[in-house]
């Protein structure tokens, strides 16, 4: 999308300088502005034509029956699917009578743009209607981080030939009409009519609506408010069961503008009554108006300005990936920022694709970022998994196992998979949080955390594992039956990153139960259980195949026959939408990095020269038809030589929903995947890892970039890194000494000061295969952006 002509490469702003109605859903997707707790979907500000409407709140959700064609013990009952609230962006413009619809009359010039510094949305149009009459309409967006239940719109119109009578209607729209299914399984369920109306007021300039969810009982507020200012103004509002509407009409003359500034507040509860949920939002809506435009605009400024001097990453020798890498960081912050003990679903609050369901990659993917960048929206984030423990301490019970079992993929907590192989089955999800745990206590320091949410955590999944495993008569821990991360493969013996991953946790709950023995008390940790968990970790039985040199992905994994990929047809892919899942599970084909995963994420327990072999091994055989892929690709490609593969795969994680690469962003972005882009840098081109309080690099850069600079949090400090070809410089901002490891070496940096080391070039390896048509899109270094 981004070499589609209308884009400019630009390095802190995306801009689109034409509209494309071709691709109007997935420009809806990468101009949407969120906070983590409102989402809006950049829809055009008079609503039609629209790619897919979408206004959202994090955790509101509505709920179905989930039928099985076959009844079995343990499947779920319901699904959750995220809900289209109602939408406070709408602005209808009439001009003479006419409504501005690009679509008819003369698109003069069009053009929007999104600012990743003061995180507002701009846009600039010259229309003529049908019957000839010019006017300028400009616009700005934004969804507030400062005030969570706030967004904000000015809109403003300006006759260019002669005088025009103009109207503007805001408005406040519930169950909004939905296009029709894609019938792409990642698209979500669409539910109509999700919305049954409460309460609606209107007057003056201020209206507020209340509907509610019909089967998950939520309640939801939304109320706006406006600022008129023009020539001889005439305002009106009016009320309806799922809809207000306040107009403002005016003959506006050359020079001259009719200008409004909306004010839109939202809030929700699963518990407050109908008038506490409708004072809430006037509350919040007092308060916007005491801000006024302008102070919404320089808080706005002020909290980005905060997150880049923490966050900001800079790069010479790529503009596309510079623009992208800043715009994938803008959206894991949206995200997150004010989620406030809420999910963060695998689309964000782009649009609904997956349901808006929280995935394992938002604790695998999004929160290794957050925790070095923004902490506390990675403890919002881990509070939420927290919040849902009751759930998944009951769906462990249901399923005859101790500790906690958490969902494959849900909204409030319980398990939504109807697909047991992908869901029951996938307890690696469980590790993935505790490993979440482990970054973030390491990187922090946050011993209120450690002893509180986190150990609680970390005991209960641990607990998980020591029930699901088993001792063999050789005294080797097994867990057997499991789904790894590769959703090609499932129902496995002891895969090698769930084996891994379940090691680091059971070790770091009884490390836990021995620093904090009164609290080991209270969650009923005795001496006994804490070593059973240091038996099974220690004996953990990890798969190895001496015949090839390799570590297979699961036991017996590499003697199943390789898929055809010579067969394949390009246009077969993703393999998931063509061929039934008994072929893919039998055979070796891998979706997404799995083994390669445990060995970025579980580095040391690999030599390196099996992280080669194994990287060697599995490239052939992975397909990459999920996003979250090519970032760990690149990661392990940067550690074991392969640099210019790796930078590829950085182009391809980077550019996902920027190019449309998965053919999806139309349904929101991959917030995983922009993530990923961070990842790829940084723990692949800067060689980060960081555990037991320690923090090492091992920085190299491809031909095409020659210099890298990023800055991250470290327990509490900040951390700046410049990387070139030839050296790495550190400077620590301020606070205590720093310990830091340079390619082995270890020194110490004093805040305020600087260190150089130096960065040796090693032999280029040869480059490994993948699978026929699969291979990562070759970059090209590209000069300063246009």
């Given at each position: ?21 071709d ?47 076959e ?20 602005i ?7 409504p ?39 616009s700005?967006?934004?969804v ?19 005088p025009?009578r ?113 004072d ?63 999910p ?45 423990l ?58 209120e955390?450690?002893?509180g ?13 020591r ?7 050789a ?194 972005v ?31 850069l ?72 699969r ?12």
């Amino acid at each position: 999308m981004i070499n589609h002509p209308v884009f400019h490469v630009e390095p802190w702003c995306l801009r689109e300088k034409a509209l494309d109605l071709d691709l109007l859903a997935q420009t809806e997707s990468v101009f949407a502005l969120s906070n983590g707790h409102i989402g809006w979907r950049a829809n055009l500000d008079e609503g039609e034509p629209h790619g897919l409407p979408g206004s959202y709140l994090n955790g509101v959700y509505e709920s179905w029956p989930l039928v099985a064609a076959e009844a079995a013990y343990g499947l779920p009952q319901s699904g959750q699917t995220v809900v289209n609230v109602t939408n406070g962006k709408l602005i209808r413009l009439f001009v003479d009578d006419e409504p501005f619809d690009v679509r008819y009359g003369t698109l003069r010039s069009h053009e929007r743009v999104l600012d990743f510094r003061s995180g507002v949305l701009r846009r600039r149009a010259e229309w003529v209607s049908p019957a000839g009459a010019a006017v300028r309409v400009t616009s700005a967006r934004l969804v507030s981080f400062t005030q969570r239940a706030i967004a904000a719109i000015r809109y403003e119109v300006e006759p260019l030939d002669g005088p025009v009578r103009v109207a503007l209607q805001s408005e406040l729209l519930a169950n909004e009409q939905l296009p029709a299914d894609t019938g792409d399984p990642r698209h979500g369920m669409d539910i109509d009519h999700p919305l049954v109306q409460e309460f609606h007021a209107a007057h003056d300039q201020v209206a507020v609506l209340v509907h509610r969810t019909a089967r998950s009982g939520l309640r939801i507020g939304a109320a706006m408010d406006h600022l008129v200012d023009g020539p001889d103004i005439r305002v009106e509002s009016q009320s309806f069961a799922d809809g207000a509407v306040v107009t403002a009409a005016a003959v506006v003359a050359p020079g001259q503008r009719l200008s409004v500034i909306k004010f839109v507040a939202y809030g929700w509860s699963g518990v407050r009554s109908l008038p506490g949920v409708r004072d809430q939002v006037w509350a919040a809506l007092t308060a916007a108006r005491q801000a006024g435009w302008d102070g919404l605009l320089a808080e706005q400024r002020s909290f980005l300005d905060d997150f880049w001097d923490c966050a900001d990453v800079e790069l010479d020798g790529d503009a596309e990936v510079q623009q992208a890498v800043r715009f994938g960081l803008f959206q894991v912050l949206q995200a997150g920022a004010r989620g406030e003990n809420r999910p963060i679903p695998a689309k964000g609050l782009t649009g609904p694709g997956y349901d808006g369901h929280a995935f394992w990659d938002t604790e695998t993917f999004v929160l290794p970022v957050l925790t070095l960048t923004a902490p506390d929206a990675a403890a919002s984030a881990l509070r939420w998994r927290h919040g849902t423990l009751p759930a998944a301490l009951d769906r462990a019970a249901q399923l005859g196992l101790a500790g906690a079992a958490f969902p494959w993929r849900t909204i409030h907590g319980e398990e939504c998979s109807g697909y047991w192989p992908a869901g029951a089955a996938a307890f690696h999800i469980n590790a993935d949080i505790a490993d979440a745990v482990i970054r973030y206590v390491d990187a922090t320091g946050d011993t209120e955390f450690a002893q509180g949410t986190g150990m609680e955590l970390l005991t209960h999944t641990a607990r998980l594992w020591r029930s699901l495993g088993h001792h063999d008569a050789a005294g080797r821990f097994h867990i057997d039956g499991v789904t790894g991360p590769d959703e090609y493969s499932a129902i496995a013996d002891d895969n090698v990153y769930t084996n891994l991953m379940a090691r680091k946790n059971l070790l770091a709950a009884a490390t836990a139960a021995e620093s904090y023995p009164d609290r080991a008390r209270e969650l009923g940790i005795d001496a006994e259980e804490s070593a059973g968990w240091r038996d099974a970790a220690e004996s953990m039985y990890v798969p190895y195949d001496e015949a090839l040199g390799v570590h297979p992905q699961a036991e017996g994994f590499t003697r199943h026959r390789v898929w055809d990929f010579a067969s394949t047809p390009p246009d077969h892919y993703p393999l998931l939408l063509h061929y039934p899942y008994f072929d893919l599970y039998r055979k070796q084909v891998v979706k997404q990095a799995d083994l390669v995963l445990a060995m970025h994420l579980c580095g040391t327990d690999f030599t390196a020269e099996q992280k080669t072999r194994n990287f060697g091994y599995y490239e052939p055989l992975t397909v990459r038809d999920s996003s979250l892929s090519a970032c760990t690709q690149a990661v392990i490609a940067a550690e074991t030589g392969h640099l210019s593969l790796a930078f590829d795969y950085l182009g391809e994680a980077a550019l996902m929903d920027l190019q449309d690469l998965e053919h999806n962003t139309r349904d929101g972005v991959h917030i995983a995947s922009l993530a990923g882009s961070w990842l790829a840098l940084i723990c692949g081109f800067a060689g980060l890892r960081h555990h037991d309080g320690l923090i090492s690099f091992a920085p190299r850069l491809p031909e095409g970039l020659t210099r890298l600079t990023f800055t991250l949090l470290f327990h509490s400090q900040r951390l700046r890194v410049e990387v070139t070809q030839q050296s790495a410089r550190y400077q620590l901002a301020d606070g205590a000494p720093l310990e830091i490891t340079h390619h082995g070496t270890k020194f110490t940096l004093e805040p305020g000061h600087h260190q150089d080391h130096p960065i040796h070039r090693v032999p280029a390896r040869p480059r490994p295969t993948q699978p026929p048509g699969r291979a990562p899109e070759p970059r090209q270094a590209s000069g300063p952006p246009t």
